[in-house]
């Protein structure tokens, strides 16, 4: 064998070995540029991107069913306190209901003041005793009323109203429901002449605690007046006014 075919003989054994080490090496190389797919996997898993294993998927769903166990605790504890809030309202509302229905009725009781818009005043002579006169207040409203203690009569320009015989004194103030009618009993003079400074008039007025007035008109040809002028608590008998 010469010797140029042995040199080539060589070289192309070197070249066949260097061309497999290249292989060899490229193999290799794929194979750790392949390696690191995993690692970004689960490097963009950790990100929260969509790419995600199937076992981290997998996860996540037990993981859901895990939060679904917390809200059914969650509801209970709703119901709880939907249970205590509900019982709690009843009671308040029953008591303001209570107290509000007693505080109406016991006002709608107590009737109010008469007035001498709602009431009219008559006056007549009285048969006996002498020298008397039976004022007579109606009703003439639509509510019932309390009328005040006594008439305070004026006659004529007198500049203070006659006294009360305290002896008439009713238990209660004389209260009218609509038409009915309260009385009160009038001594205009003495019987024996013993009155002081009389007068005729013709004039009567009964003022009401509202500060209303109510003008009453006098019999015939009017009325004679002393300082025996005494007046009776308004009752609701004429005959327990007149006995006075």
């Not at 497999?20 to 690191?36: Q, Y």
């Not at 007025?205 to 509202?210: G, R, S, V």
Request: hydrophobic share 30%; charged share 15%; glycine share 12%.
């Amino acid at each position: 064998m010469s010797a140029r075919r042995i040199t080539r003989t060589r070289l192309f054994a070197a070249t066949t070995v260097a061309l497999a080490a290249l292989s060899l090496t490229a193999c290799e190389g794929d194979e750790l540029t392949g390696s690191p797919a995993p690692d970004s996997t689960a490097s963009a898993s950790a990100d929260g991107n969509s790419v995600q294993p199937a076992g981290s998927a997998k996860g996540a769903e037990g993981s859901t069913g895990s939060n679904g166990s917390t809200g059914s605790n969650a509801s209970a504890g709703n119901d709880k306190s939907s249970d205590s809030g509900s019982g709690s309202g009843s009671a308040s509302g029953s008591g303001t209901g209570a107290g509000a229905g007693a505080d109406k009725d016991s006002d709608s009781d107590v009737p109010g003041e008469c007035s001498a818009s709602d009431v009219r005043i008559t006056a007549a002579d009285a048969p006996r005793p002498i020298n008397h006169l039976l004022l007579t207040a109606t009703n003439t409203g639509s509510k019932t009323c309390a009328l005040p203690p006594y008439p305070a009569a004026r006659f004529g320009e007198a500049q203070s109203v006659p006294p009360v015989a305290e002896s008439s004194k009713p238990q209660s103030l004389t209260t009218l429901a609509p038409g009915e009618s309260g009385y009160a009993g009038v001594r205009l003079s003495s019987g024996d002449g013993s009155g002081e400074n009389g007068y005729d008039t013709n004039t009567l007025t009964i003022p009401f605690e509202d500060g209303s007035i109510a003008t009453v008109k006098l019999p015939s040809g009017g009325v004679y007046v002393d300082t025996a002028l005494t007046v009776t608590y308004w009752q609701t008998d004429a005959s327990n006014a007149l006995e006075y």
